[in-house]
């Protein structure tokens, strides 16, 4: 699996290849389905570029781009404390979501973590449990009885120096140790982004990639879109999974 993530917190100081409106994210998922992703990430936007957990812009956002792709591609959100850092606040808006996302990704590190999945389950919202290192989130999550329940962990390397974050991404791995039994999908960002996305191919993990993690291309060049880096991203981790002398695997 190659999970497309869309725009993260970027906004419009990232340059305009950056989209952030419903018709815009819907017209950039859609090339990069396209070009071969099978999951989407995405962080509904105000219209001044924020980050928001609104209902009415996260229904917006998602009516779009489930117009123009698949009803197969699964298309999830964020609900970052950034979004919304009070945890109150932020229950009560995924509780007032009248248009529900596939999954919505839970940083475990941040306060209200484990209620807010809980309430995203009783939802019928998949959660994707995202684990960052540098953060108690491994220790958290292999603590939470809720762990075993959520639909993959999201195994984010904070590490952005191209040679030590691989080793950084196997920590976390080891910290996660066998992860409830859960999938992982391993991931990097900025310039750790291709490092991590390479060992990840190495070890047949699920990935993603997209101008939420990084605005280059693996030499160095600006991406002129997702489909871009969604290109790229399935030719470098099939190539680093060939290198171990096996073929790929799914996921």
């Known amino acids: ?20 409106s419903p018709e815009a994210l819907a017209d950039s998922v859609a090339a990069a389905v396209a070009a071969g992703a099978t999951d989407v990430h995405v962080h509904p936007k105000t219209p001044c570029g924020q980050d928001t957990l609104s209902p009415r812009v996260l229904a917006a956002t998602l009516e779009a781009i489930r117009a123009r792709v698949p009803t197969s591609v699964p298309v999830g959100v964020t609900t970052g404390a950034w979004a919304e850092p009070d945890p109150a606040a932020r229950m009560a808006r995924v509780r007032s979501w009248s248009v529900l996302p596939d999954h919505a990704s839970v940083n475990w590190h941040e306060p209200g973590a484990e209620q807010l999945a809980a309430a995203l389950m009783e939802r019928g919202v998949g959660v994707e449990a995202g684990v960052w290192s540098g953060t108690d989130g491994a220790d958290l999550f292999l603590r939470s009885p809720l762990g075993p329940r959520v639909l993959r962990v999201l195994a984010e390397v904070t590490d952005t120096t191209p040679a030590s974050a691989p080793d950084s991404a196997r920590t976390l791995l080891t910290a996660l140790g066998t992860a409830h039994g859960r999938p992982v999908l391993l991931h990097g960002e900025d310039a750790g982004t291709w490092p991590v996305l390479r060992l990840a191919g190495r070890l047949g993990l699920p990935t993603r990639i997209g101008l939420e993690d990084t605005l280059l291309l693996p030499d160095d060049r600006h991406a002129t879109s997702n489909a871009e880096l969604v290109d790229a991203g399935i030719r470098e981790w099939t190539s680093a999974r060939r290198e171990t002398g096996r073929g790929p695997v799914g996921g």
């Open 1 to 20: 699996m190659v999970q497309l993530c869309v725009n993260g917190a970027r906004g419009a100081v990232d340059g305009a290849v950056v989209p952030l």
